[in-house]
């Protein structure tokens, strides 16, 4: 059985599982193919698994008959390809499209739904029953996403003690999340001859006085019992000009903001406002994700647990993820995934064998451990 089995057997399963999801493409909006792929590895290892609609998969390993429920989240979708699919392995890793944010985590969710399913008898000791939950478009606006349609479709996953959101986190617990707002920053002038600039209003200067003023603006710390996350804002693209001798009248500026737990929604688009406001400048929101609020350990048995027996570092989520969505839905939920976060969207994207043996082993021991 593969509890019983050496870290290599388990690494090149997992890798073999990794590579076999890298090759179906999957970029976000094209998620179909892996879906039913999903679903037919699931089922054809006795998992009972079914089709959840809209590109979603929920898997339900035996377990238990009662106890807490511990719901894997994973996202099937990747940003777009760089020349980085088909796949490829080495000594140490495993190389291609998705491998670290999060074809690597979905590897592990599979072999984890099959292996419960392998040995009933061992699954209903678990100190835990498990779902799985995959989901598509992930990578695209919030607006977008297949997780907040699936959770008011699916009103049981809202019995989950905890989620367990497996983004990259290089097998660390990355706690909360930030807030993502989007908007457009116009600045209006008037044109005129690109001979005779002092007879028109730029607003490309306009624009460039608009984006020193806002990147002087001082970072906003947050402290959640040690976790600190930062609040920030920048200028992340520009556009206006119509022809190399007009003085434009009008450039947009696409401006990022991302704001810590505890901030409202509103609350953010107020103040990104006040930092983006003066004359002849207006501000639209394009889109405003929020923010997640920090499980405390102490606070969730079984996150206290895995804390435990991982000897877990904790760390804040300096970015936002789906565990925003479940949040929202009522639902503690922290990120934990094999994948380094810094090898996320990257041409030579990675995730090392070991590091998915690593959570393969962490989630088998909260499951299983002493």
């Known amino acids: 059985m593969l509890h019983g089995s050496s870290d290599a057997e388990l690494g090149e399963r997992l890798a073999a599982r990794l590579l076999e999801l890298i090759d179906i493409p999957s970029e976000s909006r094209d998620e179909a193919a892996l879906a039913a792929h999903v679903l037919a590895v699931l089922q054809e290892g006795d998992v009972p698994a079914r089709d959840a609609q809209d590109t979603c998969v929920i898997g339900e390993p035996p377990g238990p008959a009662d106890g807490p429920l511990l719901l894997l989240g994973g996202h099937l979708d990747t940003v777009p390809a760089q020349d980085n699919r088909p796949g490829r392995r080495d000594a140490t890793a495993v190389h291609g499209l998705g491998a670290s944010d999060m074809l690597g985590a ?75 707002v989007n908007a457009t920053w116009t600045f209006h002038g008037r044109s005129g001859h690109s001979a005779r600039p002092w007879q028109a209003d730029s607003a490309m200067t306009r624009a460039a006085r608009g984006i020193v003023r806002l990147d002087a603006v001082d970072p906003i710390r947050h402290d959640f019992g040690g976790l600190v996350f930062t609040e920030v804002a920048s200028v992340v693209r520009i556009a206006g000009g119509i022809a190399d001798n007009v003085i434009p009248d009008r450039v947009d500026a696409h401006v990022n903001m991302r704001y810590a737990p505890g901030r409202s929604a509103a609350d953010a688009d107020a103040l990104l406002r006040s930092w983006c406001s003066g004359e002849d400048e207006t501000l639209e929101i394009l889109s405003n994700a929020p923010s997640a609020p920090v499980v405390a350990v102490d606070a969730n048995p079984l996150l206290e647990r895995l804390v435990a027996v991982g000897g877990l570092e904790i760390h804040p989520k300096q970015a936002w993820t789906p565990v925003a969505e479940f949040a929202l839905h009522g639902l503690d939920a922290v990120n934990f995934g094999p994948g380094d976060p810094s090898y996320a969207h990257r041409r030579d994207e990675l995730v090392t064998v070991a590091a998915l043996v690593r959570c393969y082993r962490t989630l088998d021991a909260l499951l299983f451990g002493p």
Do not use: K, W, Y
Not at 120 to 127: E, T
Not at 134 to 151: I, K, M, N, Q, Y
């Open 106 to 180: 979905l590897a592990v969710m599979i072999e984890l739904g099959r292996d419960l399913a392998a040995d009933p008898a061992r699954a209903a000791a678990a100190r835990a029953r498990v779902r799985l939950l995959f989901f598509g478009r992930e990578e695209l606006p919030v607006s977008e996403s297949a997780l907040t349609p699936l959770l008011e479709r699916e009103p049981g996953l809202a019995e989950a003690d905890l989620v367990l959101m497996m983004e990259p986190t290089d097998n660390q617990i990355h706690a909360g999340c930030l807030g993502n």
